[in-house]
């Protein structure tokens, strides 16, 4: 199966380099990373093993993409689907985002379910679905799980039928509303209590909502069954193993002591000086963490100097100004370690390597200023 697999990638590879072969030159894609001979032919492609995953390279906002979708090539009985594309790209930026329909799209613009699939049911490899089972394999386990039916006039209307579904051009999925904060009560006896700050996670720590809901469905909300309690926002009681509720954490915390998070009581959010010893002042609260650690999972440890992150600071193109205080004449051409001892921007300005009779903050080096936020 995933021999056949690439063989759809491959094919639909060289259809598109063919018409664009300037673009796929550049590509830089080397033979032998879909090929496991030097000299592949249409009989024998020589294709490698690939996983499906991670294969799309086209990648839109669901605003970006068309409201609606006419599915009408297999017409004989039913009338065109109208399927509702916008909603369920912004449904699916939770869980996989494009690659949840568009699993085998190559380089290029975005593949129809079609350049794969035949129309016909005739076809000498069944390990391919055609067009209408495609459609079906994608669509119909969602369906199912919400509306627990699988009644085809949910989606199809008979040719003849007065009935008319309804209008959803230019609908958006309703608003996901975010909670700030998670707390579980685990089983775990040396520590029951688990608060999980979504807002540090999706805010400051940079994490989107693939790494932790890629394997939620949509019945997780629209059960139709458990409609009343998705309306009421009360609280659902989840039942998992212990690898399954901490396999989306273990990405990040996987070498990290239980009693980081298994504590006897609810915890507050994030704070950098209690973790870190370093209180973020005004410029730096509101950053990501990515900002000043990096895009990896683990966040090093930072020498607090400034240069450490601001590595053009020189003396004479700093802008006193945006801190609040703007220098007078007699301070301006000083260098910054004759007040900030060492280099040490944590702890407040010395004046004594001067001044006998002046301290800060009561006495300041020049006027305040009104910081203007970007």
């Known amino acids: 199966m995933k021999r056949v697999i690439c063989g759809i990638i491959i094919f639909s590879t060289l259809v598109f380099a063919q018409n664009n072969s300037k673009n796929h030159s550049l590509q830089k894609i080397n033979c032998k990373t879909c090929h496991t001979c030097d000299v592949p032919t249409k009989q024998n492609p020589c294709l490698v093993e690939c996983p499906r995953t991670e294969m799309v390279t086209v990648h839109q906002s669901a ?11 297999l017409t004989n009985k039913y009338l065109p689907v109208s399927f509702s594309h916008k909603t369920h790209a912004q449904m699916s930026e939770m869980s996989g985002g494009c690659g949840n329909c568009h699993h085998f799209n ?10 794969c699939h035949s129309v016909e049911r005739k076809r000498e490899d069944v390990s391919k679905p055609d067009l209408q089972a495609a459609y079906h394999r994608q669509c119909i386990d969602c369906h199912k799980e919400w509306s627990h039916s699988t009644d085809c006039n949910s989606c199809h209307l008979q040719k003849g039928s007065t009935i008319t579904k309804k209008e959803t051009k230019g609908k958006d999925h309703p608003k996901i509303n975010e909670p700030e904060k998670l707390i579980y009560e685990t089983n775990y006896n040396k520590g029951k209590i688990v608060t999980f700050f979504h807002n540090d996670h999706t805010k400051l720590f940079g994490a989107d909502c693939v790494s932790c809901h890629q394997n939620d469905n949509c019945t997780r909300c629209h059960d139709t ?19 399954q509720h901490h396999q989306p954490c273990f990405k990040c915390h996987a070498n990290d002591e239980c009693s980081s998070c298994h504590l006897d009581k609810p915890t507050g959010p994030f704070d950098h000086k209690i973790s870190t010893g370093w209180a973020l002042n005004r410029f730096h609260e509101k ?16 020498d ?7 590595k053009d600071f020189a003396a004479g193109s700093f802008k006193h ?8 004449e007699i301070h301006i051409d000083l260098d910054c370690s004759d007040c900030h001892l060492e280099n040490n921007f944590v702890n407040k300005p010395d004046c004594s390597g001067c001044h006998d009779d002046k301290s800060y903050p009561k006495d300041k080096p020049g006027s305040l200023v009104k910081i203007v936020k970007k």
């Open 63 to 73: 605003e970006q993409g068309p409201d609606v979708i006419k599915i009408d090539k």
């Open 321 to 328: 100004e945006i801190t609040g205080l703007k220098l007078d």
């Open 287 to 302: 950053l990501e963490c990515a900002k000043c650690h990096g895009t990896n999972n683990k966040f090093a440890k930072l």
């Open 225 to 243: 069954k458990n409609v009343q309690t998705v309306l009421s926002n009360i609280p659902e009681k989840i039942t998992k193993s212990g690898s």
């Open 304 to 310: 607090n100097s400034c240069v450490s992150c601001h």
């Open 106 to 115: 190559t380089v290029g613009p975005i593949l129809a379910c079609s350049d």
